[in-house]
């Protein structure tokens, strides 16, 4: 890749191009994430988040992994933090990313652009999920028709928007 910019530019200006990206507040996050469904197969666990990017709509149970984890001890750890569920079984089901301009001014910090890249798993889970929030990163969770989503009545985070378009439940509730 960088043969090819550098092609278009001179390193100099590849340089320039760098500072800048910096001084306008650029932010890359790589999570992992879990679809976990209801027992009747029609609605999702998510979280009511309280502060970042998504404050205010729903997201599914996640978060960033952390340098001692493997991805799927990141997902159980995450799951355990925001649910108060265990992790029974997960499996992978796609890698998708998201890039939008976070609007920073209510916590007067200068707009960020914004890049997550989130690795989707669907999850099973054991035990009854806390409606309680951790005082941080959630205000609680509760369950959410897939409907309600696909229907836009319910604000949502982008992956879960993104995983709904593209993954046919069907196939892994067999």
């Known amino acids: 890749m960088d043969k090819v910019f550098l092609k278009c530019y001179p390193v100099f200006e590849k340089e320039k191009f760098l500072e800048k990206k910096m001084a306008d507040h650029v932010k890359s996050h790589l999570g992992v994430y879990a679809f976990i469904l209801d027992e009747k197969k029609e609605a999702l666990l998510l979280i009511k988040k309280a502060r970042g990017p998504y404050t205010g709509t729903y997201d599914l149970p ?40 976070w609007d920073r001014s209510p916590e007067n910090k200068p707009n960020t652009l914004f890049k997550h890249i989130g690795i989707l798993y669907i999850a099973t889970v054991q035990g009854i999920p806390s409606c309680q929030g951790d005082g941080l990163d959630s205000n ?31 196939q892994f509730l067999k």
């Open 62 to 101: 996640g978060g960033t992994i952390e340098p001692d984890e493997l991805i799927e001890e990141t997902l159980a750890r995450e799951i355990k933090e925001e649910t108060d569920c265990q992790l029974v079984s997960c499996q992978q089901i796609m890698t998708v990313d998201t890039r939008f301009e």
């Open 140 to 170: 609680g969770t509760c369950w959410v028709k897939i409907q309600a989503i696909q229907r836009g009545k319910v604000p949502v985070s982008p992956f879960v928007k993104k995983g709904l378009e593209k993954i046919d439940f069907m």
